[in-house]
């Protein structure tokens, strides 16, 4: 069966930052480029960050680009995310989210992780 | 940025109702759009990718179509089952973006 299995979550202070971590298991993780994906509170989806399955192609969006760093470990089964110099609007769920096998183009998500909360607040 | 529109934001719909939502691209994405729907304090799953293909172990009820910049998820027969929030994401270039959201409510 696979799962992935967030954590590292937490409250931290506007300018914080926190590493949050993504462990799979039931598939060739390595093979599979990986995605994280924010949900703030009520509001909708937003793709945040993207990595090849080696981990040499990354992808940001322009919201969290120069602050937050998308890495892997394969040979740990994890994905991770630093997220540094936290804002409010950086308040949500991270999910974690399995993309395509061998690309890091036309990428869909499925399955996803069941995600960790981040709360911002001084 | 391919902005993605979706409409309508929610819709109150009965039990076999047929149930059509919407989204739109603000340039064309060819077919690399997909589905997700989402119920509360749970992650979202994905139902259609490649605009018209149903993700295994998904329902038969649920169908997509649409190439460019129109797109449309049906549920054909509305279950108690399918009340939730519905996604759509483009899939054809970086910032991958996801439409607001449809809210499909009991009547």
């Known amino acids: 069966e696979v799962q992935l299995l967030e954590s590292g979550g937490g409250l931290v202070q506007p300018g914080g930052s926190l590493r949050l971590s993504c462990t799979a298991s039931g598939f060739t993780f390595s093979s599979y480029a990986m995605s994280w994906v924010r ?10 960050s ?4 080696g981990g040499s192609n990354k992808y940001y969006a322009d919201s969290v680009k120069g602050r937050f760093t998308i890495s892997r470990d394969n040979s740990k089964n994890t994905l991770y995310l630093q997220v540094n110099s936290l804002r409010a609007e950086d308040m949500a769920i991270y999910y974690c989210a399995t993309g395509k096998v061998g690309t890091t183009t036309h990428n869909w998500f499925d399955p996803w992780g069941q995600g960790t909360l981040v709360t911002v607040s001084s | 940025d391919i902005q993605m529109t979706q409409s309508p934001s929610s819709v109150s719909a009965s039990v076999g109702d047929r149930v059509t939502i919407t989204c739109r691209a603000s340039q064309s994405i060819s077919t690399w759009l997909a589905w997700y729907q989402q119920k509360p304090g749970k992650a979202p799953k994905l139902l259609i990718f490649a605009a018209s293909s149903l993700q295994s172990g998904v329902p038969s009820r649920f169908s997509g179509s649409g190439s460019g910049t129109d797109f449309t998820l049906t549920i054909s027969s509305l279950q108690p089952e399918d009340f939730a929030t519905y996604y759509c994401q483009q899939a054809n270039s970086f910032p991958l973006t996801f439409g607001g959201g449809t809210k499909v409510e009991i009547k």
């Open chain 1, 39 to 48: 949900q703030a509170p009520g509001k909708g989806l937003e793709w945040v």
């Open chain 1, 50 to 53: 993207l990595i090849s399955g």
